[in-house]
Nanobody, 124 residues
């Protein structure tokens, strides 16, 4: 099965930047771009929300309002790695951040594999 491991989460001050990584591995040897890939986050007591997603079918990238203008989805397919570059972080960005992958052709079909998350804390 596909395994996803996020890293890079830490304490950062408001206005700071952070780059999260997600490394994918699979015994089949499929490249990460075989999948629809998304970045999500979940704050304690709140529902998980999507931040950015790239569709397998047409390689299009979409951002939600939470991410638009501040977060950027970055890919390094040869390393089976995707990144979430986060700029101008705010306290409300504090959450566990997840990467996920799905076999559906579009983000709207959901995700089948999830990492365990990496904690980002934005605080003074």
């Amino acid at each position: 099965q596909l395994q996803l491991v996020e890293s890079g989460g830490k304490l950062v001050q408001p206005g700071g930047s952070l780059r999260l990584s997600c490394v994918a591995s699979e015994a089949s040897g499929r490249r990460f771009d075989y999948y629809t890939i998304g970045w999500f986050r979940q704050a304690p007591g709140k529902e998980r929300e999507e931040l950015a997603c790239i569709s397998r079918s047409d390689n299009s990238i979409t951002y939600t309002e939470s991410a638009l203008g501040r977060f950027t989805f970055v890919k390094n397919i040869l390393q089976n790695t995707v990144f979430l570059q986060m700029n101008n972080l705010k306290p409300e960005d504090t959450a566990v951040y997840y990467c996920a992958a799905g076999t559906g052709g579009y983000c709207k079909y959901g995700m089948d594999y999830w990492g365990k998350g990496t904690l980002v804390t934005v605080s003074s």
